[in-house]
T-cell receptor, first 115, second 115 residues
Framework: AQKITQTQPGMFVQEKEAVTLDCTYD???????LFWYKQPSSGEMIFLIY??????QNATEGRYSLNFQKARKSANLVISASQLGDSAMYFC????????????FGAGTRLAVHP | GAGVSQTPSNKVTEKGKYVELRCDPI?????LYWYRQSLGQGPEFLIY????????DSGLPNDRFFAVRPEGSVSTLKIQRTERGDSAVYLC?????????????FGPGTRLTVL
């Protein structure tokens, strides 16, 4: 079975500092994709970044980067230069080769950015 | 272009009533997904459409839940004999093709409250 674990229910960070949100996953698939989404209080899930299991380099999208450690089955999200607007819930999700059509989500981490 | 839209944004109903939730995907996206998000949890997969057909309905909790996508675009999630436990945010997502690397883009959700 596929599973995503996010062990940090809540995180605090000072504005302009970097923060790492943890995500570990479990799958027996060789081919899979890892995703991070942001969910502000408005409720919409906003796609941030994607990492494929065969990608050799860590994915980056602007201030977001994904620290992919395949052997450890971790896919941590790093947000650099935090902004007040980054305050939200963050969900890690995966999609395996079997059951590829569905995303499996973690429980999420609530990030609060302080001025 | 326009994102995924969902109507209504909020729905309050009484136990035992029938409800319909609508999803309008991004134009040109052949894959459409429904998820359910309970308070404090990550979204859980309900059903996946490729075109007009339900390719995977393994996440539907019971036969009170049904979804259609008759013309391969707009989808309707139908819940019969609603129960208080059905209260949640129902999220719709769409993607271009539905393969493993596809990014799913989410709508704002419909918050269903069953009294």
């Amino acid at each position: 079975a596929q599973k995503i674990t996010q062990t940090q229910p809540g995180m605090f960070v000072q504005e302009k500092e970097a923060v790492t949100l943890d995500c570990t996953y479990d799958t027996s698939d060789q081919s899979y994709g890892l995703f991070w989404y942001k969910q502000p209080s408005s409720g919409e899930m906003i796609f941030l970044i994607y990492q494929g299991s065969y990608d050799e380099q860590n994915a980056t999208e602007g201030r977001y980067s994904l620290n992919f450690q395949k052997a450890r089955k971790s896919a941590n999200l790093v947000i650099s230069a935090s902004q007040l607007g980054d305050s939200a819930m963050y969900f890690c999700a995966m999609r395996g080769w079997r059951g590829y059509n569905k995303l499996i989500f973690g429980a999420g981490t609530r990030l609060a950015v302080h001025p | 272009g326009a994102g995924v839209s969902q109507t209504p944004s909020n729905k309050v109903t009484e136990k035992g009533k029938y409800v319909e939730l609508r999803c309008d995907p991004i134009s040109g996206h052949t894959a459409l997904y429904w998820y359910r998000q309970s308070l404090g949890q990550g979204p859980e997969f309900l059903i996946y459409f490729q075109g007009t057909g339900a390719a995977d309905d393994s996440g539907l909790p019971n036969d009170r839940f049904f979804a259609v996508r008759p013309e391969g675009s707009v989808s309707t999630l139908k819940i019969q004999r609603t129960e208080r436990g059905d209260s949640a945010v129902y999220l719709c997502a769409s993607s271009f093709q539905g393969d493993i690397t596809d990014t799913q883009y989410f709508g704002p959700g419909t918050r269903l409250t069953v009294l």
